[in-house]
């Protein structure tokens, strides 16, 4: 199994541009996050999927944040326009049991914008 | 907001001796996990532990569990320059198929 896969691995941007991240969760999973972590905050839930369904977007810190998955196998967070405190480097994992079971993150995403 | 605390925020041992991290919560729970996150990488799972079981041990990995406190604690035993990592405890708020909430961390370095 390859596990959680996101892309791009490390992105640069300058501010005001769109940034799409992306996950690709393990086969048969159902359960989605998306994390954000920095030194400040630490590890923060953004948004979690339910079988392709938006749970709980109480995480997303503004409008400038949307996240879709438009199948059990794909997912994006997109951020636009993109500011410099958007910084940070962002997780996704993927579970079979939400949170009574074990996570698996993806290798994340670090995303800077200038 | 955080429902898991850790403490210490960091850790420095030598390889060999014993490492000790605990966790408090808030909220009754069903489960707590604690993970690992190796520099630069995503976290990995390293053990769950429900609310009825007081400990349980995984291989150098001994966690307890006190619900009348809210806390929990991760033993590692004898430990190897490769345990030098970032551990988060995570708990799922007593709410069944919900996300996960985590801690800020404790830093471990294990120096030879």
């Known amino acids: 199994d390859a596990g959680v896969i996101q892309s791009p691995r490390h992105e640069v941007t300058e501010m005001g541009q769109e940034v799409t991240l992306r996950c690709k969760p393990i086969?048969?999973?159902?359960?989605l996050f998306w994390y954000r972590q920095t030194m400040m905050r630490g590890l923060e839930l953004l948004i979690y999927?339910?079988?392709?369904?938006?749970?709980?977007d109480s995480g997303m810190p503004e409008d400038r944040f949307s996240a879709k998955m438009p199948n059990a196998s794909f997912s994006t967070l997109k951020i636009q326009p993109s500011e410099p405190r958007d910084s940070a480097v962002y997780f996704c994992?993927?579970?079979?049991?939400?949170?009574?079971?074990?996570?698996?993150f993806g290798p994340g995403t670090r995303l800077t914008v200038l | 907001s955080q429902q898991g605390e850790e403490d210490p925020q960091a850790l420095s041992i030598q390889e060999g001796e014993n490492a000790t991290m605990n966790c408090s919560y808030k909220?009754?729970?069903?489960?707590l996990q604690w993970y690992r996150q190796n520099s630069g990488r995503g976290l990995v799972h390293l053990i769950l532990i429900r609310s009825n079981e007081r400990e349980k041990h995984s291989g150098r990995l001994r966690v307890t569990l006190d619900t009348s406190k809210k806390s929990s604690s991760l033993l590692i035993t004898a430990s190897r320059a490769a345990d030098t990592a970032s551990y988060f405890c995570?708990?799922?708020?007593?709410?069944?198929?919900?996300?996960?909430?985590f801690g800020k961390g404790t830093t471990l370095s294990v120096s030879s």
């Open positions: 999927f339910n079988n392709n369904v938006p749970i709980d």
């Open positions: 994992a993927s579970s079979s049991m939400g949170g009574a079971g074990e996570q698996f």
């Open positions: 086969s048969g999973h159902d359960y």
């Open positions: 995570a708990t799922d708020a007593g709410q069944a198929g919900t996300a996960l909430i």
């Open positions: 909220t009754s729970i069903n489960n």
